[in-house]
């Protein structure tokens, strides 16, 4: 990314255009609660290096966020609803935020992994590369199904189109 960057540099273009990757969910060691949320030990060095490239550039962090799969992991724990971004009685994290969905508590568990590094007083802008629920899963998956992931996307464009940020 730093080698990209630096050609894009020397071409003029290092401000018009930026450099990037996309991450899984699975760069943080836990995203629950959210503010306790830290990268992964074995991420802690590429993701500063890489984390400090995109403070210097302007360039956003991108996150592959899939509700679903935290909840097929762990279904007895994770509430469906939470995972269709519509919990109306929340998850409450110990430091007092309310989380109605898994989504906006999973952008948050990266915002404060990011601050556990460091880069707290920094303006990183955070972006869903990646999203979805499978409309099919493996024999005896219950939450794959059309229906749901029908109901997964319409409240996704519904939170997306109601302009409001995480906590």
């Known amino acids: 990314m730093q080698n990209l960057h630096s050609v894009l540099v020397t071409r003029g273009l290092g401000r018009e255009i930026k450099v ?20 992964a030990p074995t ?9 400090g490239l995109l403070a210097n550039t ?11 799969f ?7 724990a994770v509430d469906l ?8 009685t929340g998850v409450h994290d ?6 109605n969905n ?12 990011i601050n556990a590094l460091g880069f707290g007083n920094q303006t990183i802008e955070i972006t869903v590369s ?9 024999p005896g998956d219950a939450a794959a199904t059309p229906d749901n992931a029908k109901k997964y996307k319409t409240r996704l464009i519904e939170r997306a189109q109601s302009n409001k940020g995480t906590n």
Do not use: C
């Open 20 to 39: 990037t990757t996309p991450h899984s969910m699975a760069v943080i060691a836990s995203s629950f609660p959210p503010s306790a949320s830290t990268f």
């Open 43 to 51: 991420f802690v060095e590429p993701m500063s290096s890489i984390i």
């Open 58 to 68: 302007g360039a956003p962090f991108m996150i592959n966020a899939y509700p679903y």
């Open 70 to 76: 935290a909840y097929r992991e762990n279904p007895s």
């Open 81 to 88: 609803e939470y995972a269709f971004l519509g919990n109306a």
């Open 94 to 99: 110990p430091k007092g935020y309310i989380y």
């Open 102 to 113: 898994m989504l906006d508590a999973q952008i948050d568990a990266i915002r404060l992994a």
């Open 130 to 138: 990646e999203f979805g629920w499978p409309s099919k899963g493996a």
